[in-house]
């Protein structure tokens, strides 16, 4: 079964508590944290998830899965460290060098915090093949990194195919989470190709209810 780690990126501020409160009574799995530095994409949306995840803490146990799209990685997994999420996730492109992809698993590993990396649509996953076997999860980005509501990139499900037969052939238990443009009409392809976390943002926040929605989503 697919869970569901709920973007909250389009979330309005004032209505924030509400809405998160909703989510976990719809059952989602994972809150998911859109770190943006207005750096590797253009939107900056540090100060709106630092605030998001401040009140997360307050208010549910339910796991953070914070997924940085910022060139500083290092700063901004020191900085989301302390909200003591479940994994934290870096963009590959934004790593210099293979030295560096080493460097920033052991960062998030050495705070007991699980380890992924994201690659946008036009990075191969053969990329990423030497990682695997250290990282929980690798984010396939099935829309262009740096806002919601945008269309799903048929072409990103050839790549995660290839991803999860090479999974399967090497043995290894790393999760394959996909995000980007999935809602009801899209979540069967996305089963289909083998995901077990899907990333939803509009998909359930522009629904009516959301209890439905998710349920749905999940089956
Ligand atoms: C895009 C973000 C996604 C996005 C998902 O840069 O990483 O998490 O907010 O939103 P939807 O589901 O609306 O495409
Ligand atoms: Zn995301």
């Known amino acids: 079964m697919v869970e569901i780690s709920a973007s909250i990126l389009g979330a309005k501020e004032e209505e924030s508590a509400k809405i998160f409160y909703n989510l976990e009574v719809a059952k989602i799995d994972y809150f998911h944290i859109d770190v943006m530095d207005g750096k590797f994409v253009e939107n900056n949306t540090v100060e709106k998830m630092n605030k998001f995840s401040n009140i997360l803490k307050q208010i549910t ?3 953070l899965d914070v997924h940085l799209m910022v060139e500083d990685i290092e700063t901004y997994v020191k900085l989301y ?12 492109e934004a790593c210099k060098d293979k030295q560096e992809v080493f460097k920033m698993i ?9 380890v992924g990396i994201a690659i946008s649509p ?8 030497e990682f695997l076997p250290y990282i929980n999860t690798i984010l396939v980005m ?11 990139i048929p072409e990103t499900l050839r790549k995660i195919k ?3 037969e090479y999974l399967t052939q ?3 238990d790393t999760y394959i989470e996909a995000d980007g443009g999935i809602n009801l009409e899209t979540i069967e392809d996305i089963k289909d190709v083998g ?5 939803v943002g509009n998909g359930i926040l522009k629904t009516d209810n959301y209890k439905e929605t998710v349920k749905k989503l999940k089956i």
């Open 195 to 199: 995901v077990d976390i899907a990333v």
């Open 61 to 63: 146990t339910l796991p």
């Open 142 to 152: 099935t829309v262009e990194p740096g806002k919601g509501g945008q269309p799903l």
């Open 106 to 114: 052991d960062l998030v590993k050495s705070s007991n915090i699980k």
């Open 81 to 92: 460290s302390t909200f003591e999420p479940n994994i934290i996730t870096f963009h590959f």
């Open 162 to 164: 290839i991803l999860k």
């Open 170 to 172: 090497n043995n290894l």
């Open 122 to 129: 036009k990075t191969e996953v053969r990329e990423i093949y």
